[in-house]
Every structure is written in C-alpha cells, then in structure tokens.
C-alpha cells in the first residue's frame, strides 16, 4: 500500500511503500509518549525504506533518544533516529541502521487512509503514566514490555499483507 504523509505545517510531505499498513501497535514508553505521542502513546507503521521519497527533506531534523543501559544502568544513546519537521515539529518517522531496509512512519503523519487493525498491541504498558487511560478491547494484546511478535508477524498472522 502507498502510504503519503506530511508534517503539520507541509515543509515535509513523503511517499513509502508498506506490506503491513495497519496501525495496531500502541506504545506507551516515555520516549515515544514524549517524541510523537498523542492521547500518551504513538503508533508506528512499517514500510520500505529504499521506497520513500521524500520533498522538504531540507527541513527534517533527527533525534536520537538517551536511554538507561538495563545491564550497565549506564545512559547510552539510541541508534535510532527519529525523524521530525524542524519546522512546526511534527514527528514522521523512525529509522535504525539495525533494520535499514525498514522505516516506521508514525500513523499520525500518514494522510492516506489507513485500514481499521481487527485488534491492537498494546506494548510498552509499563511505562504508561497513571493519567494515560487504556482503551484494550477483548481481543487485543497487552505487554509491560515489548510484544512476542514483530510488525510483520501480526500482520501475517491475521492474514492482513498487502
């Protein structure tokens, strides 16, 4: 599926092909509350990133998150980067040198329309701040950390690639 996106202000908009298009997966972890969040979580897709085709690219910066080592307890920084709109600040996408073939854009970037997710994942739960409320139907999956499947997986699971 072609998904297009763009920032808030349009300095940024950008085109990528995605096999698994459907936005399930909630994440209520500080950086991506922090960074993109909406509602206290944010929702990323997964696409090809030898795909996306970008216009403003000029205005995107990166940011790259700091997170506490759980081995060293030492404060390291990401090797993802975060793309946003150095403009109005709107967040686009994610990228990690670890997947490169990948690009996560944020659902909330995306102007297409995306497909309603049959259920959702609900990851990251504990980090999630009291004031953020849960809205987790019957079927959907609940993890304090992360999930026991990939983006791709689910998709496939529930026989959802396009």
């Not at 995605?18 to 979580?41: D, E, M, Q, V, W």
């Not at 995306?114 to 139907?137: D, F, Y």
């Amino acid at each position: 599926m072609l998904l297009s996106g763009s920032c808030h202000c349009q300095s940024v908009t950008f085109k990528v092909e995605s096999h698994y298009p459907y936005p399930f997966n909630l994440c209520y972890c500080s950086i991506c509350r922090k960074t993109a969040g909406a509602g206290g979580f944010a929702t990323n897709l997964s696409a090809s990133f030898d795909t996306l085709v970008i216009e403003g690219a000029d205005h995107i910066r990166s940011y790259r998150a700091r997170q506490k080592d759980e081995t060293s307890g030492e404060i390291r920084e990401s090797l993802a980067e975060r793309k946003f709109c150095g403009t109005c600040g709107s967040a686009l996408w994610l990228w990690d040198p670890r997947w490169p073939e990948l690009v996560h854009p944020h659902a909330s970037a995306i102007d297409s329309e995306l497909p309603v997710p049959p259920e959702r994942t609900h990851l990251m739960l504990g980090s999630k701040p009291a004031w953020v409320p849960t809205c987790i139907g019957t079927d959907d999956k609940t993890f304090d950390a992360y999930p026991d499947e990939s983006i791709a997986q689910w998709h496939e699971r529930l026989g959802l690639t396009r």
